[in-house]
């Protein structure tokens, strides 16, 4: 079922959260036989963003469900809010991370790209275009429930983008060192003759 409506700031972390639920409530025996069930994929614009928030609150059930959970983020800032997120991955014995990897793209071409998470073969969900704050205003946003087509549409272009996006490795989590990280990545994007950005290798010395 999709069903598209105008959300209010104020209840953007609340709704999502709900998505994540209804994604747990699920029994495990609607997931035998499908291991593709237990993943989870989210672009946002920053750890700041209500749908990060929202699905940093579900992350010890998350865990116990033996769901994979991969992340993209648009923008590293603000530092203090992603080292939060991440450390929130980390509050489990022996300091295993939950989010089996995060990555971050600086292309300007995404910038129009919508927020988006996709959650096993049926739940996913799209917000607001990525040039925009979804923390501090209204947005219109889709909900698809129990619909195989519009999640694999959504995992599709989850995978496209992490194609072109760049690891951020865990000992980078912290502010000063995501400084360091954002001013590396950024360098490693310069636009060619068709001022398309472009991917580069960083050179060797």
């Known amino acids: 079922m999709r069903n598209q409506e105008l959300v209010k700031q104020k ?3 609340e709704r999502i959260d709900r998505l994540v639920g209804l994604y ?3 029994s495990q025996a609607d997931w035998a036989g499908r291991p593709g069930e ?10 700041a963003s209500p749908v990060a928030r929202a699905l940093a609150l579900n992350f010890d059930d998350l ?12 923008t590293l800032e603000p530092c203090e809010d992603l080292s939060s997120w991440f450390d929130a991955t980390h509050r489990r014995e022996g300091g295993t991370p939950l989010v089996n990897a995060v990555r971050w ?6 910038i129009d790209a919508h927020e988006q998470l996709v959650l096993g073969h049926c739940l996913s969900w799209y917000g607001d ?7 501090t205003r209204d947005a219109l946003e889709t909900f ?6 519009s999640a694999k549409q959504t ?14 490795a865990s000992s980078q989590m912290r502010p000063k060192k995501l400084f360091d990280a954002h001013e590396t990545l950024a360098g490693l994007f310069s636009e060619d003759r068709d001022g398309v950005p472009r991917a580069q290798m960083p050179k060797r010395h």
């Not at 237990?38 to 750890?47: E, G, I, K, P, Y």
């Not at 865990?63 to 648009?74: D, M």
């Not at 793209?105 to 995404?110: E, K």
Request: aromatic share 6%; glycine share 2%; proline share 5%.
């Open 63 to 74: 865990e116990r469900a033996g769901v994979a959970i991969r992340v993209i983020f648009t």
């Open 24 to 26: 747990l409530d699920r």
């Open 38 to 47: 237990r993943r989870l994929a989210l672009v946002a614009r920053s750890a």
């Open 144 to 149: 698809n429930t129990f619909c195989d087509t």
């Open 129 to 135: 275009a990525m040039r925009r704050d979804p923390a």
């Open 105 to 110: 793209t600086s292309n300007p071409a995404l």
């Open 11 to 13: 209840e953007k972390q």
């Open 155 to 168: 995992m599709r272009s989850f995978e496209s983008l992490w194609r072109v996006s760049q690891p951020i």
